[in-house]
């Protein structure tokens, strides 16, 4: 993750990301074996919902499976769901 970028490794949404890319060649670029960068722009909101989608499933798949192992189901982080739970 950089300043102006971020590179992710994708499996299950490589299909999404190529669809993104193919409508916003400037912001989304799919390269080989997965892997998917995504331009940040200043003054421009990122989808975060997205990101924060694609951040988690990137971690999965770079990552260590005894580590993968010690996370919460996919959906919203461990700490989102100790906080909502507690409103």
Same mark, same amino acid.
């Given at each position: 993750m950089g300043a102006a970028d971020i590179r992710l490794k994708l499996r /299950?949404?490589?299909a999404e990301a190529a669809k993104l890319a @193919? &409508? /916003?060649p400037g912001r989304y670029e799919v390269g080989a074996l997965g892997?998917? &960068?995504v331009k940040l722009? @200043?003054?421009e909101q990122p989808p975060l919902d997205l990101l924060e989608k694609w951040i988690d499933e990137s971690y999965r798949v770079v990552v260590d499976k005894r580590l993968v @192992?010690?996370?919460p189901e996919r959906g919203l982080p461990a700490v989102r769901k100790i906080a909502? &739970?507690?409103q």
């Amino acid at each position: 993750m950089g300043a102006a970028d971020i590179r992710l490794k994708l499996r /299950e949404s490589i299909a999404e990301a190529a669809k993104l890319a @193919a &409508k /916003e060649p400037g912001r989304y670029e799919v390269g080989a074996l997965g892997w998917v &960068k995504v331009k940040l722009s @200043a003054g421009e909101q990122p989808p975060l919902d997205l990101l924060e989608k694609w951040i988690d499933e990137s971690y999965r798949v770079v990552v260590d499976k005894r580590l993968v @192992a010690m996370l919460p189901e996919r959906g919203l982080p461990a700490v989102r769901k100790i906080a909502n &739970k507690r409103q």
